[in-house]
């Protein structure tokens, strides 16, 4: 039964967060050659993604932190970065590249926390039922798998940044796809939520 459930847990996160790669690939683009970059983005997808957990934990369980008319709002906190993000672009579109990058600055805690929680709307739709069926013991074995390969995906974006040709691509065009993917994000969960009746 453990085997089985093991299965299923990985396949479900593999499913709900293969997605995130490429926002994790973008903010290890974004601090790029900034100290503690790392541990920013490990901490902020960690303490999102924990968010996720909590909240789909509680509602397997019958509690609701959040009514459901409120989760498609979330999205307004990725498009609210990714126009942060495209206003700096903009501000600094003109300057040498020594000064642009010297102008960009790295991924904050919040931001990533943010990004990663809001963007969890789907996993909490998909969470929640696979926990509230799975009982004690199985809800923990997703919850660690869960964990454990969330570090996993972390390296795989950093993997995926620190590739020369992507490495290259992503430091020439990354401060314009950061905000674009982020405004995406934002739109898409705004939208498929029926958001400001969307």
């Known amino acids: 039964m453990t085997v089985a459930v093991l299965v299923q847990a990985v396949g479900l996160f593999v499913v709900t967060n293969i997605d995130d790669v490429v926002v994790l690939a973008l903010f290890f683009a974004q601090g790029a050659g900034r100290p503690g970059t790392t541990r920013t983005i490990v901490l902020g997808q960690y ?3 924990c968010g996720i957990l909590l909240v789909s934990v509680a ?8 009514p459901a008319g409120a989760v498609p709002y979330l999205g307004l906190l990725p498009l609210l970065l990714g126009v942060r993000a495209a206003v700096e672009a903009w501000r600094h579109r003109d300057d040498p590249d020594e ?3 010297a102008a960009r600055t790295g991924p904050t805690v919040l931001a990533v926390t943010a990004v990663t929680f809001a963007n969890g709307g789907d996993n909490i739709g998909v969470y929640v039922p696979v926990f ?4 004690a013991g199985g809800m923990s074995v997703h919850i660690v798998t869960f964990l ?3 570090a ?6 950093r993997y995926l940044a620190s590739r020369p040709a ?8 990354g401060h314009i796809l950061l905000p674009v993917v982020l405004i995406a994000i934002g739109l898409l969960i705004l939208v498929e939520g029926g958001a400001f009746g969307l």
């Open 47 to 49: 303490l999102g993604f």
């Open 59 to 66: 509602a397997a369980l019958g509690a609701a932190f959040l």
């Open 99 to 101: 000064e642009k990058a």
């Open 132 to 135: 509230a069926t799975a009982g």
């Open 148 to 150: 454990v390969l969330l």
């Open 152 to 157: 996993l995906l972390v390296l795989a974006g």
């Open 166 to 173: 992507i490495a290259s691509a992503l430091a020439r065009w």
